[in-house]
């Protein structure tokens, strides 16, 4: 796949080396390894390293936005998870139609290529990637958000009285959006990585619906239902064969009331006191799942390949699942694989 030079303005350069410098050292140093170039020193001193390298173009800023799109989708993200349309996938299984789909909608630039754009204002391609296997797109825009910064409060005081001025600052964030459509199982995913607070995810998939409008239509692709899941762990757990430990486990009921029942530490599970065990499963049986706090636990069973416990929140209600911290590829393909197989 071959990548087009980009014209990144001063901000944009600025906040490319910004995120890279927040990614944790050990991914530094592998970009640095693969690059050829010294990966020993402290991350303030390899971000100096690389600032010079890029003053002296012996790395360009292409390079690091390549990696970061590389990266994001095993970030902190949300995914929503689809059926694909039957009437559909046959199509785009034959590469001669994909591509005049693509083509009527003036979409070629961006195949099997990548414009790795960093801010754009507005949701924009920055690359289709297509196989008569699988379509995947990567998205990209420029977030901003104000968040709260206490340590730069102040009181003064005024004729009228104390006053009280409350700090905020500008957070600009690059959202990235993976939507990626398996011809073969017909499955399909959304990966947006984490939003600032307050910002809906919901908003951010109809953005992607927009955008692709022109070729692919999202309604089509229905969600996954993933109520049963959180059902189907809390049983698993609770008959001692436990996939996942639960931290918060939450029903809805038919007449739309909740009850979260909450362990006392992440380490901990819900599950463990008899009375609100048995309370916990006569609610199951007469609810629906609502939300699950789980950790995805490294065992024997369903031939799981997890070295470290994953965490997950599973959102019944919006049908999408949080991945809280940064993950292995394979660990979350895992995880998605056995999530589809838990909400059937």
Known sequence: MKSERTRYTKEEQEKILQYFSDLKGDVIRQFLSEKNLPRSGTKPELREKIENWLGEGNLQYEDLVLFLDRIAPWGKQHIILYNGPDSEVRKWCEKEKAENILNNAKLTKYLNSKLLLMLPEKLSFSSIEYSDKRLRILAVKRREAWERAEKYDQEESIQEGKLELRAFLLQVTRAVVVFTWDFISNN?????????????????????????????????????????????????????????????????????????????????????????????????????????????????????????????????????????????????????????????
């Not at 409008?213 to 692709?221: A, M, N, Q, T, Y």
């Not at 239902?225 to 809390?234: A, S, T």
């Not at 007449?255 to 009375?275: C, Q, W």
């Open 188 to 344: 399909a995913s959304l990966q947006i990585t984490q939003l600032p607070s307050r910002e809906k995810y919901e908003d951010v998939e109809n953005e992607l619906a927009s955008l692709m409008e022109g070729f692919l239509d999202l309604s089509r692709f229905d969600k996954l239902n993933l109520r049963p899941v959180i059902k189907k762990l809390h049983e698993l757990e609770q008959k001692g064969s436990p996939e996942a430990r639960s931290h918060t486990i939450a029903y809805q009921s038919a007449g739309g009331r909740k009850i979260t029942a909450e362990s006392p530490t992440p380490e901990d599970s819900v599950l463990g006191e008899d009375r609100i065990d048995t309370a916990l499963e006569s609610i199951r049986s007469q609810s629906v799942g609502h939300i699950g706090n789980f950790y995805w636990l490294p065992t024997s069973a369903n031939s799981n390949p997890l070295r470290k416990e994953i965490h997950t929140i599973i959102v019944g209600n919006k049908s999408r699942i949080n991945f809280t911290t940064p993950n292995e590829e394979d660990d979350v393909e895992y995880v998605l694989s056995r999530v589809r197989a838990l909400s059937q």
